[in-house]
């Protein structure tokens, strides 16, 4: 049987063996996911609540396991991890309060209502897929599969090849939570053979990754006629207006581009600033860039980690120096500092046949350019075909004028990416290229049902109100 060799791409060392998955692995996988997905869904939702309840304190409890293991196959720095584990905590205890809520079944409008009543019932879809990706291995694997389970579903996960193991410890806290056996199974192998082999048989996808890639998922998934939700790529712009709280922009604009080393969907690539306020704000953020500390290790100093792979960190190098060939400038970065470390860079004048001009760098990479009016701030940072997240920087009163201008399915006024990702209460998703479908909120979780109406009639049909209806108006 082959196995997966788990390495640390910020040492080199190796950390884990897994035995990888088959197709008929993922077959066999899903037979007891579907047996025990019955006894699951049997159980009142308050009652499935419970066990996530637990499984968040569970979680919390292990925090320090778990940063270590998530360190130690991604090579991210010790605060990005932190924010993993928190997120699938918070994930677990929100949809634990609002998911029996959500799906519990609800009286509906009738055009009858003297002598029928309609109730809409939201049954689980059945077994769900998720494939995750590399970058947020805890949090992605997981997150995504809570309100799913909440619901009354059984989940088939394929964590990325890289980064198996924290899926893999996920799937044993949630057993010591007291989640039944085969209700969530974990499932590592290739996309090539262990994902196509879910999409061919889950009642359910969710997808995490590039848009390429979602855009044959979801054609597989339509051929089978069977819903999904997605996200997708991003080329997420900020805005730096010229009432920006300037001092707290510069502050956070680090966090907000450079965060888990660059590789996430929704971090900032793009800068638009106001040229009242641009020389102030591009020397306190070159500033502060080029004080934040690079490297490996469980120090929570550490402002940034690794890349995941050499090959990715290949990547980042060729657009950057791609970049600068076609008269780009680095202001601060530009170079790898090691197989798999890049620097945090900034660049300037990136003309439009740059390929990092319009392609997501998934990496610790941003341009700013100096617009000379909001509302042309506005026409380049929709001037894209991703829709994710974006950031504007100014007073209340211009963010939120700026925000319902912006063509994204997230918008954060005064901060970079993660209030709007907290908001657990409202959808957050991508437009355009960038996703199909919403995590959080109760769209996050009624997606993994299938709405029933059930509508019953009390002592007369239809026929017989409309022949009454008729008599009285003849």
């Known amino acids: 049987m082959a196995t997966i060799t788990v390495t640390n791409p910020a040492t080199g060392e190796t950390v884990g063996e897994v035995q990888q998955a088959t197709a008929a692995d993922v077959d066999e996988a899903f037979a007891r996911a579907r047996g025990a997905q019955r006894q699951w869904a049997a159980l009142p939702a308050r009652k499935r609540a419970r066990v996530l309840r637990r499984f968040a304190k569970v979680v919390v409890d292990k925090r320090d396991e778990l940063l270590d293991l998530i360190q130690s196959e991604n090579g991210k720095n010790r605060a990005s991890a932190l924010e993993e584990v928190m997120d699938v905590a918070l994930t677990s205890l929100y949809y634990a309060q609002t998911g029996p809520k959500a799906t519990r079944t609800r009286g509906r409008f009738t055009a009858l209502p003297l002598v029928s009543s309609t ?65 969530f199974i974990v499932v590592p192998g290739s996309g090539a053979e262990v994902g196509q082999a879910i999409v061919r048989q889950c009642d359910f996808l969710m997808f995490t990754g590039s848009t390429a890639t979602g855009k044959k998922l979801a054609a597989q998934a339509g051929e089978r006629l069977i819903d999904y939700s997605m996200e997708l790529g991003g080329k997420n712009p900020m805005i730096v207006a010229d009432d920006a709280p300037l001092e707290r922009a510069i502050n956070a604009a680090t966090h907000a581009c450079f965060s888990n080393s660059g590789q996430l969907c929704i971090s900032i690539e793009r800068i638009y600033v106001h040229r009242a306020v641009a020389d102030d704000f591009i020397a306190g953020f070159v500033d502060r860039t080029t004080q934040m500390r690079v490297g490996a290790g469980r120090d929570w100093g550490i402002d940034m980690g690794s890349q995941i792979s050499k090959e990715h960190t290949d990547k ?26 890049f620097e945090p860079t900034i660049l300037t004048d990136v003309p439009a046949d740059a390929a990092l001009y319009t392609q997501e760098v998934f990496g610790p990479v941003v341009y700013i350019e100096v617009v000379d009016s909001l509302d042309q701030a506005v026409e380049k940072a929709n001037d894209t075909e991703y829709g994710l997240n974006a950031s504007v920087w100014a007073s ?37 290229q960038s996703g199909a479908g919403r995590r959080h909120g109760e769209h996050g979780i009624t997606k993994f049902t299938e709405p029933r109406n059930v509508t019953r009639m009390r002592g007369v049909t239809v026929g017989g109100v409309m022949d009454f209806a008729r008599r009285r108006l003849r």
Do not use: C
């Open 119 to 183: 109730r809409e019932q939201r049954p689980p879809k059945g077994v769900v897929g998720v494939i995750a990706p590399f970058n947020y291995p805890l949090a992605l694997a997981v997150s995504d599969a809570v309100p799913a389970l909440i619901a009354g579903n059984a989940v088939v996960v394929k964590p990325d090849s890289q980064t198996p193991l924290s899926a893999l410890r996920a799937a044993e806290l949630l057993r010591e939570a007291g989640l039944p056996e085969d209700v």
């Open 396 to 432: 209340a009163a211009t963010g939120r004028r700026l925000a319902k201008r912006l063509e994204a399915g997230t918008v954060n006024i005064n901060d970079g990416y993660a209030p709007a990702w907290s908001a657990m209460g409202a959808p957050m998703g991508g437009w355009k």
């Open 316 to 341: 980042i190098a060729m657009l950057v120096d791609d970049a600068l060939t076609h008269g780009a400038r680095a202001l601060t970065g530009g170079h790898r500092t090691g197989e798999t470390f």
